[in-house]
């Protein structure tokens, strides 16, 4: 099977932007500005130089992510209060 780039870009861009949110979590509300420090930061500690549309594609994974997770707080806080009733 051929090395196929785009395949890796994509998967080296996900694992950055998982790690984007995993430090993300660790604060209880983080500023929206965090978002970009954080991004930045995990690419140094990484030695990863982003383009434009690298960068874009990041944080449009760090949004899903954050999403899919609020999703599941949300759902959670209902069955929380369901149970309370």
């Known amino acids: 099977m051929p090395f196929d780039i785009n395949r890796a870009r994509r998967r080296r861009e ?3 932007a998982n790690e984007v949110v995993a430090e993300l979590v660790k604060h209880a509300s983080p500023p929206l500005e965090m978002v970009g420090q954080v991004l930045v930061s995990v690419c140094e500690r990484n030695a990863v130089v982003l383009d434009e549309a690298s960068g874009r594609r990041i944080l449009g994974y760090v949004a899903k ?3 899919r997770q609020q999703r599941i707080v949300d759902a959670l806080t209902v069955s929380a209060e369901a149970i309370a009733r």
């Open 65 to 67: 992510e954050i999403a």
């Open 14 to 16: 996900i694992q950055i």
